[in-house]
Structure formats: C-alpha cells, structure tokens
C-alpha cells in the first residue's frame, strides 16, 4: 500500500513537472515580446520599437500634433506639453525617433504607458540661433502601436526682436549732386506697450534730416510676421545737396521705451553722382560708387587704374589734385589730364595697394572709419569727390 502510495506521488510530481514546463514554454512563445519589453532598458525599447516591434493591442490617442505659440523673443526657449494616451489592452511603448533639428528637444514620461494611463511628450524649442521670422520645428515620436507607428509633434510661431526696423538699412543709389531724396523705414514693436521713439542722433545734421510719426499696419506689412506687430512707427530720412560726389554712408540711432531693446542702429547709405563727371575703370562698381580690388596676400601688390572724365563747356578748364587718401600707406598717382577735343578732359588716377600693406579687410566699418581717396575739385557743384575703396590683405 505505501509503495502504491509512492509511486502515485512520485508520477503525479513527474507530470505535473513536465506539464508546468510545457505551459510555461506555451506562455513565453506567446508572450515572448512582451516579457522582451519588460526586461530591457529604454535604450533597447527605443531600438525594439524604432524596429520591428508592435502589438496590436496597444492603441495610441493623441488629440494636438501642432501647438501654436505666438511671438517671442529672439534667443528665448519655450516648452510645449503633448500628452499621449493608451487607449488599448496592452502597454503603449513610446520613444523619441528624431527631431527636426538641434532646437528642439522631446522628452517622454513615462515611456511604457499601462492601458487606461497618459504619457506627457514635453517638446523643448529655443530660437538661439534662429533668425527673425516664422519658426515650424518639432519631431516624430515612435510607437508600438502598428496604426500609429510615428506621431509628429510640432510646434509653429514666430521668434522676432522686440522692434524691428524694416528695412534694416535704407540706400539712395546715384543721386544727383543738386537732389532731395526721401526714403521711408518702418518700426515694428511686438510688445503690448506702443513703440515710441526718441533721442536720434547721427553726425550728419547738414545733409541728413530724420522725423518719424506712430503709424498704421499696411498691405506690405502681411507679407511674414510684421502683420502680427502691435504698433508700427513709420521714419522719413532725407537727403538733402551738398554732399561729395561719390558713395556715402551715415549711421543712425534712436532710442525706444522697450526695456529689452532700448536702441536701434541703422544705417543711410548711397551715392551721389555730377552727369558732368564719370568715373570708369577695372573694379569700379557705377551702381555703389566703390571701387573693389578683390583679395591679396601680404607681399604682393594689387593695383587698379581708374579714369575720371569732365565733360561739357567747362572741362576743358577742370583740374583736379589729392585731398586726403585713409589709409595713408596707400599708393596713389594722379597723373596729369589729357584733352579729348574741346568738351571733355580726362584724367587717370593710379592706386596700389603695396607689397607690405597690413593684413585685414578694408572698406567701411562700423565706426565710421572708410578707406577712401578724397579728391578735391574746381567744380562748383561737386568740388569733392570721394572714392570708397573695398579689399582684403591675408597673410
């Protein structure tokens, strides 16, 4: 009887064995990918799911893809929260696959989301190296689910600078010597105070005037983010005779009651030409008035000859000789004039850049420093001439 006993025990153990091992086995071949999820770390999820693993049983909800944010600043950051929800049976795997680019960041908690819960997809942006302008960024987050494999999250607004002048710099191009010119800049202030300008200065007070006035939004403001400026002042800069013949440029300041940018620079640039003279030569630019050597190298020299013509009933009488030349270890040779029948006189100005010339680009700097060569004249219209020079020395 206890050996029947036993042997019972003992066969009932055996197969009870064999049928625990066969119902496990069953158990992980089913369930193989979910206990290969529960297992690994995120960056193995993020690998799994950016692969071949879905599960059809995991359903993702997300109701806002895109986030509209309006305007901010220049060099400011902002988050957005997106939330995801796992409306199925079985764990929602989330992992961020890529962004748009490196302004934008996401981060997922958590990344396993239970049937029933939500996910926060926090979408990072920063406008640190964006230009002024409409901004669309964002990134795909990936899924387990196999009808929402990705899911793009994006954020759209626009970053500016608290004011905004436009253009950024006015030209006048080839104004006669005798000329008034007009020209109009706009300012736009994104904040809720009005814009309001005041204080401008600038060196020129004879042959420039500035006045400026609140305005309105026109049809050239909806072209881009201007449109969306909460107050506009409109400048009028004029341009009154009387300066050189030749290219001009004059900086301009004004300050405003925007903490965060209380001065704006721009600059009134131009030239101004006599129909009497023309300028002509290799690198001479008619439309600025300067005159471009390109690039050389320290220990070689660059040169460039340009003609300078008078014509009409006077020529025959014009004469012409160096004022000033910046900067002065310029090589410069007027040679003498040479007439072309009775109207019209010519003559030939020789400059060099030499062989020991310093390193560095030259032409007009910010702080009102030019390379130039300044001529003076008989004419009584334009009894100075300037001639702006542009190029470069490298070692």
């Known amino acids: 009887m206890v050996r029947t006993l036993l042997a019972a025990v003992l066969t009932s153990c055996v197969f009870g064995a064999l049928f625990g091992l066969g119902s496990a086995y069953r158990f992980l071949s089913v369930n193989a ?8 770390s995120y960056e193995k999820l993020v690998e799994l799911v950016g692969g071949r693993a879905t599960n059809p049983n995991a359903k993702a909800s997300i109701e806002e893809t895109t986030h509209y944010f309006g305007v901010m600043d220049v060099k400011a950051t ?11 049976t079985e764990d929602l795997i989330l992992a961020v696959d890529r962004t748009t680019c490196s302004c934008t960041g996401i981060h997922i908690t958590p990344a396993r989301v239970s049937p029933g819960r939500t ?20 990134g795909i987050v990936r899924t387990n689910d196999p009808e929402n494999r990705e899911i793009r999250l994006m954020v759209e607004g626009v970053f500016t600078d608290p004011v905004v002048a436009q253009p950024s710099s006015v030209n006048f191009p080839r104004v006669p010597a005798t000329a008034t010119r007009t020209a109009t800049i706009r300012f736009y202030g994104f904040e809720n105070e009005p814009l309001q300008l005041s204080a401008p200065t600038w060196t020129d007070r004879e042959h420039f005037d500035f006045h400026w006035e609140p305005a309105k939004p026109n049809d050239m403001d909806d ?31 004004v300050r405003t009651n925007d903490p965060k940018q209380t001065t704006l620079h721009f600059s009134v640039s131009g030239q101004i030409v006599h129909g009497n003279i023309l300028i002509s030569g290799q ?21 460039r000859e340009i003609s300078i013509q008078f014509s009409g009933p006077t020529a025959p ?17 007027l040679l003498p004039p040479v007439d072309i029948g009775t109207i019209r006189r010519l003559f030939s100005l020789t400059i060099e850049v030499p062989e020991d010339a ?12 030019q390379t130039q060569i300044t001529l003076e004249t008989n004419d009584e219209i334009v009894p100075v001439l300037k001639l702006p020079l542009q190029f470069s020395v490298g070692r």
């Not at 471009?292 to 070689?300: D, I, L």
């Not at 009488?317 to 040779?333: H, K, N």
């Open 283 to 303: 690198g001479y630019n008619r439309e600025t008035g300067i005159i471009s050597f390109g690039n050389t190298v320290a220990g070689r020299s660059l040169s």
């Open 119 to 138: 996910a926060l997809c926090r979408l990072e942006y920063s406008a640190e190296q964006a230009m002024s302008g409409k901004f669309s960024q964002g």
């Open 358 to 369: 310093p390193t560095g680009s030259y032409g007009f700097s910010g702080d009102g420093q």
């Open 223 to 253: 072209d881009g983010y201007l449109s969306l400026a909460r107050s506009v002042v409109e400048g009028t800069i004029t341009l009154k005779p009387g300066l050189p013949a030749g290219s001009f440029q004059e900086r301009f300041q």
């Open 78 to 88: 902002g988050t957005h929260d997106f939330f995801i929800e796992n409306v199925g």
């Open 33 to 40: 990918w979910q206990l290969e999820f529960e297992t690994q």
């Open 317 to 333: 009488a014009a004469s012409m000789q160096i004022q000033a030349v910046e900067p002065d270890w310029l090589r410069v040779e």
